[in-house]
């Protein structure tokens, strides 16, 4: 059974960084997109950002220039590097992978205090 599981969500103040890391368990085959959600209460689930197998990326205009996604094939493990943050990036974020079919993380929490 394939698993998504996802870390590195916490609480931080406005300007600083978080890592997110979510790695697939069991045999999920050869992924080809990879990405990351979020969603603020009250608020629709929308795409932060996303990586296909060859490395092109696309970002949400709100996160240009203070998010990076990055994936590890060998690992099966895609990461969210967050600099910058704002408050209004508080969310639950998950990740996102299309191998023979779609797989959501379990969402892991970010909180940015002003």
């Known amino acids: 059974q394939v698993q998504l599981v996802e870390s590195g969500g916490g609480l931080v103040q406005a300007g600083g960084s978080l890592r997110l890391s979510c790695a697939a368990s069991?045999?999920?085959?050869?992924?080809?997109?990879m990405a990351w959600y979020r969603q603020a209460p009250g608020k629709q689930r929308e795409a932060v950002a996303i990586?296909?197998?060859?490395?092109?990326?696309n970002y949400a205009d709100s996160v240009k220039g203070r998010f990076t996604i990055s994936r590890d094939n060998a690992k099966n493990t895609v990461y969210l590097q967050m600099n910058s943050l704002k408050p209004e990036d508080t969310a639950a974020y998950y990740c996102?992978?299309?191998?023979?079919?779609?797989?959501w993380g379990q969402g892991t929490q970010v909180t940015v205090s002003s």
């Open positions: 069991g045999s999920i085959g050869s992924i080809n997109l």
């Open positions: 996102y992978m299309v191998a023979l079919r779609p797989y």
């Open positions: 990586i296909t197998t060859s490395g092109i990326t």
